[in-house]
C-alpha cells in the first residue's frame, strides 16, 4: 500500500487532517470529490468507496 501524497508532504501535520471517517472535499489531480480518511490514514471516496491515493489537499471541512 501506498502512502497517500497529503501525508507524504512534511509540512502537513497529521493533526491537521480531518478525524478518521469525517466527510471533506479532496482535491486530487484531475478532480475533486468527498472523501474521508479510513483507520490506516488512507483516503477513500465517499460515494462508490475506491481508495484515493493521490490526495493533494483537504478543500473544505463541513462545519467549521
Same mark, same amino acid.
Given at each position: ?28 489531480? *484531475?478532480?475533486?470529490?468527498? #472523501?474521508?480518511? &479510513? /483507520?490506516? *490514514?488512507?483516503?477513500?471516496? #465517499?460515494?462508490? &468507496? /475506491? ?9 473544505? /471541512?463541513?462545519?467549521?
Amino acid at each position: 500500500m501506498r502512502l497517500n501524497t497529503l501525508l507524504e508532504q512534511p509540512e502537513i501535520d497529521e493533526n491537521q487532517l480531518p478525524p478518521i471517517g469525517e466527510a471533506v472535499i479532496v482535491r486530487c489531480p *484531475n478532480f475533486q470529490c468527498l #472523501a474521508y480518511r &479510513g /483507520r490506516t *490514514n488512507q483516503w477513500w471516496d #465517499a460515494n462508490d &468507496g /475506491r481508495e484515493l491515493t493521490d490526495v493533494l489537499e483537504v478543500i473544505y /471541512r463541513f462545519g467549521q
